[in-house]
């Protein structure tokens, strides 16, 4: 061959790999930038690849933030005409909060095996909702999503409110649990209809540590207990709070009856229960008083009824006050009460 001939290929072999750059390049600017690529499985059927999904970490978050990983989870799919389910590694399905509280009813898919390509949509911040995910109507069929992030709003909620509630039935053995409870602590000489159920919960305990403090958290006082307690005393003829907490020697003494009237008012306490059957009890209450934490909001959600929330949450100027949107996070027919 001779020194031109090289040169020649040389020059093509070149050229080639340049338009192969270009070309990735421009590929890569084209794709929306709110939508990761994480895994492009080869494609063998196309009609399955329509899921949105999450993957419930089994460690760390709490029941309220799967709750909202659910509901971020049901919305989309709501939005963008996909199968709903919650991602799964071979090892298979390990049971998690949700699984422990609810019959849940949703596909769990094992990633490992479902040759689709998947997009990644990370949620952006915390307490808000993210418009962004309005960008995911009308994408591709064909591709499966999955979903990171809090999806903590009730944005998320109210559009598919009726079919989540359908979803999220209690386990038979909390509604039993409940059922007793209630039964055995009806307050003496009160008939059931003379009076009405307020779920208390009170956040404390790891809110108290100093990595949730750092990050702005807080923990509502006595006076705005007492306050949120009163605003339901003055509307009703009777009153039964039922108190649950990750501190209940704290609630014991400070959530009291030393200014409410005994004729009237009724405070009980849910003492060494699991925080499913809490969740399961004051969802059965007629109205609610949250405090912090997605537990409360989702008791309060549960609940349906009228709720007065801590607004003094989150601290100002921490890091967390810049996760969140009041309007966003809290329904707006909840009531907003300070200390």
């Known amino acids: 061959m001779s020194y031109k001939n090289q040169n020649i290929q040389t020059t093509l072999l070149i050229c080639g790999l340049i338009s192969i750059i270009v070309i ?7 794709r929306p930038t709110n939508i990761n690529y994480i895994n492009t499985l080869p494609l063998r059927n196309a009609s399955g690849c329509n899921y949105v999904g999450f993957a419930i ?8 933030n799967h709750l909202f990983y659910y509901a971020g989870v049901m919305h989309v799919a709501w939005l963008t005409g996909r199968r709903p389910c919650i991602w799964t590694k071979p090892s298979g399905r390990v049971p998690t909060h949700l699984d422990k509280v609810f019959d849940v009813d949703i596909e769990h898919i094992n990633v490992d095996t479902l040759e689709c390509p998947f997009h990644l949509f990370k949620h952006d911040r915390v307490y808000i909702y993210d418009k962004r995910v309005q960008s995911l109507i009308g994408s591709d069929n064909n591709v499966s999503l999955w979903l990171t992030g809090a999806f903590a709003s009730w944005k998320y909620t109210h ?3 009726s079919q989540l509630r359908q979803h999220l039935r209690f386990r038979q053995e909390l509604t039993e649990f409940v059922a007793d409870f209630l039964v055995r602590n009806v307050p003496p000489g009160w008939t059931r209809l003379t009076f009405v159920r307020v779920g208390v919960h009170v956040r404390r305990g790891d809110f108290l540590g100093p990595w949730a403090q750092s990050k702005g958290f807080t923990t509502a006082s006595e006076r705005y207990l007492q306050r949120a307690m009163s605003y339901f005393v003055e509307r009703f003829p009777r009153v039964q709070f039922i108190v649950a907490s990750n501190d209940i020697p704290w609630c014991q003494k400070h959530v009291t009856m030393s200014v409410f009237n005994s004729t009237k008012v009724n405070i009980t306490f849910s003492v060494n229960h699991s925080y499913g059957q809490d969740l399961a009890l004051l969802a059965s209450c007629d109205h609610s008083v949250m405090t912090t934490g997605t537990f409360s909001w989702w008791a309060a959600w549960l609940a349906n009824g009228t709720t007065v929330y801590y607004a003094d949450f989150p601290r100002p100027g921490s890091w967390l006050s810049t996760q969140i949107r009041h309007n966003e996070f809290y329904d707006p027919d909840w009531i907003a009460m300070n200390d």
């Open 159 to 161: 559009p598919i409110e």
């Open 57 to 64: 970490p089994t460690t760390g978050n709490g029941l309220g």
């Open 24 to 30: 990735v390049y421009f590929a890569n600017k084209l």
